[in-house]
Antibody, heavy 121, light 110 residues
Framework: QLQLQESGPGLVKPSETLSLTCTVS??????????WGWIRQPPGKGLEWIGN???????YYNSSLKSRITISVDTSKNQFSLKLSSVTAADTAFYYC?????????????WGQGTLVTVSS | QTVVTQEPSFSVSPGGTVTLTCGLSSGSVSTSYYPSWYRQTPGQAPRTLIYSTNTRSSGVPDRFSGSILGNKAALTITGAQADDESDYYC??????????FGGGTKLTVL
């Protein structure tokens, strides 16, 4: 059973960089043909796709966040990471990592439990 | 900027049938977008209900079905139950690793 777990600081100061890591267990990112993604949800609001990464390191970003995001992968640790720079209060959200299954389905089939990141001084 | 549209809210009576839709701000939704549907209850991560337009995820009851209706993807719930009350999101795959989430529909069963 594939499992994903987000980790990182729960509090980030305005203008700083938010950094989160997703650790995958029960499967290998490196040998996977799937995408690995980040999604966020401000409290009480809807879901927003942030971006995806492939095991090769190819990245695909939401155009509205592209200038501030970096997603990277470390196949040796079976992890992928998100960095979001110049954060403001509007970046306060639950952040989820998930697998975007290819194989003709293109669905987020496994999700982490999510982690709340608050941007505040 | 591609916008995926969903009804912000919908209400259904217990035992009734409801159809939620997922459209595009410009253009039609087709199976080529691999529409998928997710259900989210408060405090929980979303869970896949339907993928590839009409394939139910493992363990999802057949009261939930997906389709293309006109120019939109649709999620139909028949025999609505109280615990179907949730937020429902559709996601479209735009190709080459890009996806877009709809704004979500808050379903009330009363």
């Amino acid at each position: 059973q594939l499992q994903l777990q987000e980790s990182g600081p729960g509090l980030v100061k305005p203008s700083e960089t938010l950094s989160l890591t997703c650790t995958v267990s029960g499967g290998s990112i490196g040998s996977s043909s799937d995408y690995w993604g980040w999604i966020r949800q401000p409290p009480g609001k809807g879901l927003e796709w942030i971006g995806n990464i492939y095991s090769s390191g190819s990245t695909y970003y939401n155009s509205s966040l592209k200038s501030r995001i970096t997603i990277s992968v470390d196949t040796s640790k079976n992890q992928f990471s998100l960095k979001l720079s110049s954060v403001t209060a509007a970046d306060t959200a639950f952040y989820y990592c998930a697998r975007l299954r290819r194989s003709g389905s293109y669905t987020f089939d496994y999700w982490g439990q999510g982690t709340l990141v608050t941007v505040s001084s | 900027q591609t916008v995926v549209t969903q009804e912000p809210s919908f209400s259904v009576s217990p035992g009734g049938t409801v159809t939620l839709t997922c459209g595009l701000s410009s253009g039609s939704v087709s199976t080529s977008y691999y529409p998928s549907w997710y259900r989210q209850t408060p405090g929980q991560a979303p869970r896949t209900l339907i993928y590839s337009t009409n394939t139910r995820s493992s363990g999802v009851p057949d009261r939930f079905s997906g389709s293309i209706l006109g120019n939109k993807a649709a999620l139909t719930i028949t025999g609505a139950q109280a615990d179907d009350e949730s937020d429902y999101y559709c996601v479209l795959y735009m190709g080459s690793g890009f996806v877009v989430f709809g704004g979500g529909t808050k379903l009330t069963v009363l």
